[in-house]
């Protein structure tokens, strides 16, 4: 078990008696700690290695399969997608993520067990910024490219409709309008816009995720789930239907709506899958 | 000014196509005892005893933080940010929580509508649940 428990009065992470870290790896990370402090003689040319490497289970979730290795959990997806899933969201999006380094380790022994027992409490990472972006290895696979540019006709739109709000958003921003200044960042399988005025929460349109309102990539959604981490199961989505994504969102809203008196009722297929836990693009 | 009602109703279409997600809500019973006052980013929201009120989880821009001040005390609890094991719910439906007259915060079932009684919802705590005070100040 590898468990880590914030002091509030120092504000630093200590590990708990019992930690068993894979290689005996500590929180202390010095320099070299992703090489086991050991630099002449092991590379990580990736810098995506970390010291943990031993898989130690493996699951499904519908149509996707999930190796678990340390407390890190990677879905496999279909089309060739992989994302990687940290038991907590890793907020850096500094490529970091998976690493079970830092605040992840809490909950990653949850993340990585299919026991039912009640999760350790996972205190929030000393090192969350608003981000909350995930590191999706997507992108690697020729079949996630294909999807981009399947795609992309959607993300045209998409970038159109975060510009605007992301113009709008910086008027408002320098005449008091807005409390928020708009960024934009690169995570989650997208380009996403945040504090968008044109937005109350978050939406995809292709590999874009606009964020406004409240909302963001590290804020928790009504689905209990990361809103980050679930607009970015709409990109897969897209990536699968291309300019079929639209129609079906709203063919699927509708039925929702009408069936379920709801847009997020289960009727609406395309939000079923991002709902789940952890979020996956579809529910089978 | 017509092309800018054309351009706010093409963007209103499109989020309507595109489906909004929404940010999880958090709908908290008063049963402390006295009235509680929550701070919010920009504004103050006050909590009659045997009342609720629904507002924004807090999320990582308020350091999953959320302050409360009763009488001269203010409080702090760090909430989790993960949920992944509370029991899912309609998603219109907020997370609703319970304040206790020993501060703590209880989760509650999603059909709560009143001040519920929280003996009986010890398996439902998961995910750090009942919140314990972080801190606690007092004038």
Known sequence: MSALARDHVTDAFAHAANDDYINGGSCNRTKYSYVDNNPLTLTDPTGFDDVITEVTGIRTAGASLQLVFGGNTTTYTSFGMTTDVTGNPNFGGDGSGGSGSGASAASNTGAGSNSDSAPTPNPPSQNETPQGNQNPSSGSGPLDLLGKIWNLPNTVIGLVYGSIGYAVGWAMYETGLQAQAPGITIGNNAIQFTDNPFVAGGLTIGNVEIFGGGGGPGVLGGDNNLMGLHEMQHTFQGQLLGPLYLPSNLLGGAAGSVMGGSWHAPQTWNEVGPKMHPPQPWWW | ?139
């Open chain 2, 1 to 139: 000014m017509n092309q800018l009602k054309c351009v706010r109703l093409s963007l209103l279409v499109l989020a309507a196509l595109a489906a909004c997600s929404s940010r999880l809500q958090l709908l908290l019973f008063n049963n402390s005892g006295d009235p509680v006052n929550v701070q919010l980013e920009r504004k103050t929201m006050l909590i009659a005893a045997g009342q609720s009120a629904q507002f924004d989880y807090p999320g990582p821009n308020e350091r999953w933080t959320l302050h409360i001040s009763i009488g001269r005390c203010e409080i702090e609890y760090v909430v989790p940010s993960s949920l992944e094991h509370v029991p899912t719910r309609p998603y219109d439906v907020p997370l609703k929580a319970q304040l206790e007259r020993d501060l703590s915060i209880f989760l509650l079932p999603a059909e709560a509508k009143t001040i519920t009684d929280v003996g009986s919802l010890r398996s439902l705590q998961v995910e750090g649940f009942p919140l314990e005070a972080k801190s606690r100040t007092c004038r």
